[in-house]
């Protein structure tokens, strides 16, 4: 099926570790997201790809970092200078930035103990 | 700057009757929109979207209308249902730009 996998679904993380967040989509989209959500908030974008090994800030990047090596692959490292981590994470992709619509992956619980 | 607004943070209809989500964008510039649906613990799924240079489209039980004289945009679910319970989402942008998520609003279906 074609879509957008994220994992782990659930991550605990103690507080002073790095932890990374995999995403995967097969719908052969150039451009690729990452948003943080807070309970009863809306999204908020960390960073973004337009096209393989190019990718910029978005809203609140400080304390997280990406790479982008493959077309299929955009993973999120959330590091231990991200003060406050614990939130829902999720993936998005689309054919390009601009007028496509963004679909996004199931999410990812990231949870600091 | 820019940014995409709700009137309604909950809405609450009984099953069967129509709802109505309202979006208030202030980028005039905007030529691309699109709703969401959220449902708790998962990730937005697209419902529909328009372009600036209609008024109104339809999909399957809903209807998208864009008025850009008031830069007001709105979802129109029909014969509303329990699965219809969600958190709904308007985002916005230009061609060049990415898009620009509102705060969300809340529907509640209840019998």
């Known amino acids: 099926d074609g879509g957008i996998t994220q994992s782990p679904k659930y991550l605990f993380r103690k507080e002073g570790q790095n932890v990374t967040l995999s995403c995967e989509q097969n719908?052969?989209?150039?451009?690729m997201y990452w948003y943080r959500q807070d309970p009863g908030q809306g999204l908020r974008l960390i960073y973004y790809?337009?096209?393989?090994?190019?990718?910029q800030k978005g809203d609140i990047a400080e304390g997280y970092s990406v790479s982008r090596e493959k077309k299929e692959s955009f993973p999120l490292t959330v590091t231990s200078a991200q003060k406050n981590p614990t939130a829902f994470y999720l993936c998005a992709s689309s054919t390009g930035l601009g007028g496509n619509t963004i679909y996004f992956g199931e999410g990812s619980w990231l949870t600091v103990v | 700057g820019e940014s995409v607004g709700l009137h309604l943070p909950t809405l609450s209809v009984q099953e069967g009757d129509n709802s109505i989500i309202n979006c208030a964008y202030s980028?005039?510039?905007?030529?691309?929109f699109i709703w969401y649906k959220q449902e708790s613990g998962k990730g937005p799924q697209f419902i529909i979207d328009i372009r600036s240079n209609m008024d109104k489209r339809q999909g399957q039980r809903v209807t998208v209308l864009l008025n850009k004289t008031v830069k007001h945009l709105s979802l129109q679910i029909a014969a509303t249902q329990p699965g219809d319970s969600a958190v709904y989402f308007c985002a916005e942008n230009q061609w060049t730009d990415k898009l620009i998520f509102g705060t969300g609003t809340r529907l509640q279906v209840f019998p």
């Open positions: 719908l052969n989209h150039d451009a």
């Open positions: 980028n005039s510039a905007s030529d691309y």
């Open positions: 790809s337009q096209i393989v090994n190019d990718f």
